[in-house]
């Protein structure tokens, strides 16, 4: 096609060449024609006459091979090899340059000619201009024929292009011939694949006969490892008795030994306890009945819990059981439906394969038929390649166009088939993991279900176990009953030690109680003593510091009448003056030491009475510890006597409030220490203002000795 339009192109080309030429050897012939005003040119027209027909018939003689001419070589040479299909191929021809025309020569002949005819006249001014125009035509004609041999050489590399595209349509024909043996080759593949998907099926069934066989040999492994599993069972339980009633044999004879010991230690209690215990029979008595109600029912409430839980245990036990079977047998149902839907789902591919085979098989016999169809249209169009060239350019195109459209379709139809073959592949896979997948669940829950037959197995096994200790706790109650009724007679003995011990206890406690209330009596008197002497000595303190101050304002005013009155004293003055300084201060040191003798002797009274108060403190601490030394031996008493009686309520209630009672006494002395680190700290505090005031009588003293 495109060759074709060039053909055209050059056609029009050449045409419009040849037209121009025309007009401008039309303007030329009328340009000669014209008279001229000299008389040295008047041959010229004669000239020009004679030479015009002549021009005119060199122009149509070669108008005539300048343009048909070319498109006659062009024909021939698109003609061979526009034929895509035979072998042998036109050569191109070889570049000619074309001939200068006729027609310029004799112009130019004409030219030279006129330039030495022309005479110097007034129309030379013309003459060259027209010189100068046929001198621009004859660059024009220069450049229009090489143009002509640029599109010579434009036309050979078409006839190159044009073998180029033979080429390729022999390359084609080599595809589609490529594409047919390729289309051989995928339905050899289709039936090989058709026999593999037999050849699962098949697999399928013998893997099914195999499940079933395995099956069956599974069903009489459960049963043989179910006959062995009770058969150990039974071997194991019996082996258990034989031990536990060896060791409850060897545990019956230590406990004879042991007892028969205590028997005859408490042989000998009894002879000796057994007139002290005649009063208190009645009253044990009536409290070993209550005991052995409370125990009985303890005991009848042990045995119903027992039971309960034994009921309840196999009761969900069983319940789980059956959850576990029915999940089971359900993961089972599952995994055959899964099988089921992966078999279909292998037949829908299998059927879906076959189809696209019949489609491949119909799409190749529409493409034989296509190609069979071109073939024919291919040999009428060589058959008619003379005649015309257009319609076989465009069914040479539109061959090429259908056999890349056919072979973008084939390629897409490789890649969609390898595509569903791998996917195809693929589902196969995941099926096969699936069964697989089934199958290891399948011997995992036949792994679980037998893990819980061993564990019932057991369960059952400690339900005896349990029944057995039950029997043998029920013996132990019974031996604990005889313990309790012997620990009795013990604990009426120790019963008789502790109200002794508590007797003595409340006696000691009322003497502690009197003693803390005479020593209470005692600190309150000597608080009141204390706060009497207190409030004298505040008292004769404020005398003294008034005294002070009325002896300091009279030595200040003294001392300014000094100081104010610049003349001398008379002797008289001065003598009133010292006797009254000399006798105040001798009354001033009399009434301090006074005071310090009083004070010194009130401490040391009041040290007298802070040993005497720390001595009885002592004494108060020793009974203290001895009280807790005998209340830490009745503990070990109680503790080691009635470990295993209901007694011990009581006696734990009665060293409570003992321990109350010695927690009272302990606040009590605490009291009394608080009491007397409060004197003690008052006693330091008096001493401190004591030792203030005296050093400030000192510095008083001092500064009127200098003064």
């Known amino acids: 096609m495109f060759a074709h339009w060039r053909i055209r ?63 006659e070589q062009m024909v021939e040479a698109k003609a061979p090899s526009s034929a895509p299909l035979p072998k042998t191929v036109s050569k191109p021809r070889a570049k000619t340059s074309p001939a200068k025309p006729a027609e310029l020569v004799a112009v130019e002949a ?9 005479a110097p006249d007034v129309d030379g001014m013309r003459l060259k201009a027209v010189l100068r125009e046929l001198k621009v035509v004859k660059k024009q004609l220069v450049a229009r024929e090489d143009e002509i041999a640029r599109r010579a050489e434009q036309r050979a590399s078409l006839d190159a292009e044009q073998d180029a595209e033979s080429e390729r349509a022999a390359l084609a024909e080599q595809k589609l011939a490529d594409a047919e043996i390729r289309l051989r080759s995928l339905t050899q593949e289709c039936k090989e694949l058709k026999k593999i998907a037999d050849s699962h099926v098949s697999a399928d069934m013998l893997v099914k006969e195999k499940d079933e066989i395995i099956k069956e040999v599974m069903a009489e492994g459960e049963v043989l490892s179910k006959k062995q599993a009770e058969m150990e069972g039974t071997i194991k339980k019996l082996r258990k008795e034989l031990r536990e009633r060896d060791e409850v044999q060897s545990a019956i004879d230590g406990e ?100 696209q085979e019949e489609r491949f098989k119909n799409d190749l016999a529409a493409v034989e038929e296509r190609a069979q169809t071109a073939e024919t249209s291919h040999d009428e169009l060589l058959r008619r390649m003379p005649e015309s060239t257009r319609p076989l ?73 349990l029944k057995r200790q039950l029997e043998a706790q029920q013996e132990k109650t019974a031996a604990e009953t005889k ?6 007679e013990s604990f ?53 510091e008034g005294t002070l101050k009325t002896s300091q304002d009279e030595l200040n005013i003294l001392k300014s009448e000094r100081f104010d009155t610049n003349t001398p004293l008379s002797p008289a003055k001065p003598a009133q003056t010292t006797t009254l300084l000399t006798g105040g201060e001798a009354g001033l040191s009399l009434a301090v030491r006074d005071t310090l003798a009083q004070l010194k002797s009130q401490l040391a009274a009041r040290t007298t009475e802070l040993e005497i108060a720390q001595e009885q403190i002592r004494k108060l601490e020793q009974t203290r510890e001895s009280l807790a030394n005998e209340l830490v031996n009745s503990a070990k008493l109680a503790d080691s006597g009635v470990a295993d009686t209901v007694a011990l309520d ?14 009272a006494a302990l606040e009590v002395i605490g009291e009394r220490d608080e009491e007397c680190e409060e004197m003690r700290d008052r006693l330091s505090a008096m001493r401190s203002m004591l030792d203030t005031q005296a050093t400030q009588i000192a510095q008083l003293s001092k500064t009127r000795i200098i003064e």
């Open 650 to 663: 009581t006696l734990r209630a009665r060293l409570e409030a003992l321990e109350r009672r010695y927690d």
């Open 492 to 544: 009426s003995e120790q019963e008789g030690r502790m109200s002794a011990l508590e007797d003595e206890a409340n006696e000691r406690e009322s003497k502690l109680k009197q003693l803390l209330a005479q020593e209470r009596g005692k600190h309150k008197q000597l608080g009141e003593a204390w706060d009497r002497e207190r409030a004298d000595l505040l008292a004769n303190v404020l005398q003294l």
């Open 393 to 465: 350019l465009r069914q040479i195109e539109a061959l090429q166009m259908q056999a890349t459209e056919n072979a973008d379709a084939w390629a897409a139809a490789e890649r969609a088939s390898s595509a569903r073959l791998t996917e195809v592949q693929e589902r196969a896979d995941t099926a096969l993991a699936r069964e697989e997948a089934a199958l290891d669940e399948k011997e995992a829950a036949l792994r679980e279900k037998r893990a819980m037959l061993d564990q019932v197995d057991k369960l059952k096994g400690e339900i005896e176990a």
């Open 9 to 71: 192109l050059l056609n029009a080309r050449m045409r419009r060449q040849r037209n121009s030429r025309r007009e401008l050897m039309k303007l030329l012939v009328c340009k000669k024609n014209t008279p001229s005003g000299s008389g040295g040119v008047a041959s010229s027209p004669a000239l020009t006459s004679t030479n015009a027909p002549i021009a005119n018939k060199e122009v149509v003689e070669y108008s005539e091979p300048t343009i048909v001419a070319p498109v």
């Open 110 to 118: 004409d030219d030279e000619s006129a330039d030495e005819d022309v």
């Open 256 to 355: 004879v030994r042991d007892k028969g010991a205590s028997i005859e230690k408490l042989s000998a209690e009894l002879k000796a306890t057994r007139g002290e215990l005649a009063s208190e029979k009645a009253r044990l008595s009536a409290e070993l009945n209550e005991q052995k109600d409370y125990y009985l029912s303890k005991l009848a409430q042990a045995k119903e819990e027992l039971t309960d839980a034994e009921v309840k245990a196999n009761a969900t036990r069983s319940e789980e059981l059956a959850n576990e079977v029915k999940a089971l047998r359900e993961r089972e149902q599952g995994l055959k439906d899964q099988v089921a839907d992966l078999q279909h789902s292998l037949q829908r591919s299998s059927a879906a394969l076959e189809r």
């Open 483 to 488: 313990k309790l009724e012997k620990y009795t």
